[in-house]
């Protein structure tokens, strides 16, 4: 036994050293890759490409959430297959920075964040999608905002995320708080259809064409998905 002991504990010593090569590289490749290609959902019409196409800079549009932060939303548009009115999400970046992120997460969970942001993009419209006449009574369908699955917060999240307050995110000091997803790939997909009745508009969501996305929390530990369900 005595001449186990060594074996046993270099296995242990390699072993945790494996883990935390793999919690850096991972933290590397979610945070360290803000000015890189971003990667875009394209769930069909593959040559519809999203506009503006990187490495130009997203289209932004501020918005309140309701935890009373200020945040700007960074988004891509396109027209697909001749009906599809899309909007891809890549960023939140809360306008008081770090702790502007920090008190949201007081009240908000970071799902709440991305949804709310989502739906107030629908409501103001700055992408100037139909149906824009008020005072007409109408309906298009086909609106798509898409997310990636799992997104990761620049700032800590209290006790507004009850549902992960044991397994905090990392905290990141940014210069700005921000919401960015870790895997692109696996796109969140919210479709609605936008309508104007009697002069209010109205947005309906549409769960049949609708995709949650999901988080594998093996390899996306401290991750919070966009949508848990619809």
Same mark, same amino acid.
């Given at each position: 036994?005595?001449?186990?002991?060594?074996?046993?504990?270099?296995? !242990?010593?390699?072993?945790?050293?494996?883990?935390?090569?793999?919690?850096?590289?991972?933290?590397?490749?979610?945070?360290?890759?803000?000015?890189?290609?971003?990667?875009? @959902? %394209?769930?069909?019409?593959?040559?519809?490409?999203?506009?503006?196409?990187?490495?130009?800079?997203?289209?932004?549009?501020?918005?309140?959430?309701?935890?009373?932060?200020?945040?700007?939303?960074?988004?891509?548009?396109?027209?697909?297959?001749?009906?599809?009115?899309?909007?891809?999400?890549? !960023?939140?970046?809360?306008?008081? =920075?770090?702790?502007?992120?920090?008190?949201?997460?007081?009240?908000?969970?970071?799902?709440?964040?991305?949804?709310?942001?989502?739906?107030?993009?629908? %409501?103001?419209?700055?992408?100037?999608?139909?149906?824009?006449?008020?005072?007409?009574?109408?309906?298009?369908?086909?609106?798509?905002?898409?997310?990636?699955?799992?997104?990761?917060?620049?700032?800590?999240?209290?006790?507004?995320?009850?549902?992960?307050?044991?397994?905090?995110?990392?905290?990141?000091?940014?210069?700005?708080?921000?919401?960015?997803?870790?895997?692109?790939?696996?796109?969140?997909?919210?479709?609605?259809?936008? @309508?104007?009745?009697? =002069? !209010?508009?109205?947005?309906?969501?549409?769960?049949?064409?609708?995709?949650?996305?999901?988080?594998?929390?093996?390899?996306?530990?401290?991750?919070?998905?966009?949508?848990?369900?619809?």
């Amino acid at each position: 036994m005595k001449n186990l002991s060594p074996a046993l504990s270099n296995n !242990k010593f390699l072993n945790n050293l494996a883990l935390f090569i793999v919690v850096i590289m991972f933290n590397l490749i979610c945070f360290s890759n803000m000015n890189s290609q971003v990667t875009l @959902c %394209y769930p069909d019409c593959l040559n519809d490409l999203w506009n503006p196409l990187p490495p130009s800079p997203a289209f932004t549009h501020t918005v309140t959430l309701p935890c009373g932060e200020p945040v700007i939303i960074h988004y891509r548009t396109r027209f697909a297959c001749g009906n599809l009115w899309d909007i891809f999400i890549e !960023k939140i970046e809360f306008v008081n =920075g770090y702790g502007g992120g920090q008190n949201c997460g007081m009240t908000m969970t970071v799902t709440e964040m991305i949804q709310a942001a989502m739906n107030m993009l629908i %409501y103001d419209n700055p992408m100037n999608y139909p149906p824009t006449d008020s005072t007409r009574d109408t309906c298009v369908t086909n609106w798509r905002v898409m997310v990636g699955g799992c997104w990761h917060p620049s700032f800590p999240v209290g006790p507004g995320d009850s549902k992960n307050s044991s397994e905090l995110p990392p905290i990141i000091d940014a210069p700005l708080g921000l919401l960015i997803p870790c895997v692109f790939i696996e796109c969140c997909i919210k479709s609605v259809i936008v @309508c104007f009745v009697s =002069g !209010k508009k109205v947005i309906i969501d549409d769960p049949q064409n609708s995709y949650p996305g999901w988080c594998d929390y093996r390899y996306q530990p401290n991750s919070f998905p966009a949508r848990e369900y619809y």
